[in-house]
């Protein structure tokens, strides 16, 4: 299957993860979210190192050993590009598969908008532009058939969902560094030391 660049189908962006590592459990398998980035913290919690920078990477090391599964685990995935993102396009060719894929991007380039997508085990939201918008129920509805955004029966759902997309957003963009700026600081920037009164007494001034 031939990937598209705003797509965001189980069949693109589920990928089986197998794992040897000590002491896991033999034979286990483990229906849960994981992100690919989730294999990095897994390596850094088996090797005992604790990162030094800010990611938002979680280790699946507990599944392995034979912890019960997170039920809560979600997958957070984006994809496509803005209509002010020609650049990014495929260029035009003369290969009758690829040629039709890229003209209808150059052509229509609403087709590509951006995307960001939420997925549990149960349920998966994309959030598109233009009401484009998808949401299903994989219970249900595990081959994606039936697009519930918008139906009233599923807004306590897409709310649920929306909101945690919302909330990831908000925790994991703009990732402040984490050594001070070693340039001179203005007198209100107090050291991490400072006691609260003094700090209160520059704050009064």
Same mark, same amino acid.
């Given at each position: 299957?031939?990937?598209?660049?705003?797509?965001?189908?189980?069949?693109?962006?589920?990928?089986?993860?197998?794992?040897?590592?000590?002491?896991?459990?033999?034979?286990?398998?483990?229906?849960?979210?994981?992100?690919?980035?989730?294999?990095?913290?897994?390596?850094?919690?088996?090797?005992?190192?604790?990162?030094?920078?800010?990611?938002?990477?979680?280790?699946?090391?507990?599944?392995?050993?034979?912890?019960?599964?997170?039920?809560?685990?979600?997958?957070?995935?984006?994809?496509?590009?803005?209509? =002010?993102?020609?650049?990014?396009?495929?260029?035009?060719?003369?290969?009758?598969? =690829?040629?039709?894929?890229?003209?209808?991007?150059?052509?229509?380039?609403?087709?590509?908008?951006?995307?960001?997508?939420?997925?549990?085990?149960?349920?998966?939201?994309?959030?598109?532009?233009?009401?484009?918008?998808?949401?299903?129920?994989?219970?249900?509805?595990?081959?994606?058939?039936?697009?519930?955004?918008?139906?009233?029966?599923?807004?306590?759902?897409?709310?649920?969902?929306?909101?945690?997309?919302?909330?990831?957003?908000?925790?994991?963009?703009?990732?402040?560094?984490?050594?001070?700026?070693?340039?001179?600081?203005?007198?209100?920037?107090?050291?991490?030391?400072?006691?609260?009164?003094?700090?209160?007494?520059?704050?009064?001034?």
């Amino acid at each position: 299957m031939e990937k598209w660049p705003s797509g965001l189908e189980d069949a693109l962006t589920h990928v089986p993860l197998l794992a040897r590592v000590p002491r896991g459990v033999a034979g286990r398998t483990v229906e849960t979210m994981v992100e690919a980035y989730d294999v990095m913290a897994t390596c850094l919690d088996l090797a005992g190192i604790t990162a030094r920078h800010t990611h938002f990477a979680r280790s699946f090391l507990p599944q392995l050993q034979g912890a019960a599964p997170d039920a809560d685990r979600a997958a957070f995935a984006e994809a496509g590009y803005n209509v =002010y993102e020609p650049q990014c396009f495929e260029p035009p060719m003369q290969s009758l598969l =690829y040629g039709r894929k890229a003209a209808l991007q150059n052509d229509r380039p609403e087709t590509i908008s951006r995307a960001a997508m939420i997925r549990t085990q149960t349920a998966k939201l994309i959030l598109r532009p233009q009401s484009q918008s998808e949401l299903y129920d994989l219970s249900a509805d595990p081959r994606e058939l039936r697009n519930l955004w918008g139906e009233a029966g599923a807004a306590g759902l897409q709310q649920s969902l929306q909101l945690r997309l919302l909330e990831w957003f908000v925790n994991t963009t703009g990732v402040a560094p984490r050594d001070r700026d070693q340039r001179g600081s203005p007198q209100f920037y107090p050291p991490v030391s400072m006691p609260a009164t003094d700090l209160a007494a520059i704050l009064d001034r």
